[in-house]
């Protein structure tokens, strides 16, 4: 088994959420979350990285 949630690293620091998620939606759906995201209220994940949970195992695998 795989775990659906991946790490990215190395983001260019003007990437918002949208762009990432255009970006790798070619694998499945998924959301883009980061440490403190409810409290930052912000689409720009801190520090060039986010974390993407997958909906299926099978984009991950991919």
Do not use: C, N
């Amino acid at each position: 088994r795989f775990s659906r949630k991946v790490f990215v690293g190395g983001l260019p620091p003007d990437i918002d959420e949208e762009e990432i998620i255009t970006h790798f939606q070619r694998f499945g759906p998924l959301v883009v979350d980061w440490p403190h995201k409810q409290e930052s209220k912000s689409y720009f994940p801190p520090k060039g990285y986010a974390f993407l949970i997958f909906t299926y195992e099978r984009s991950v695998q991919e």
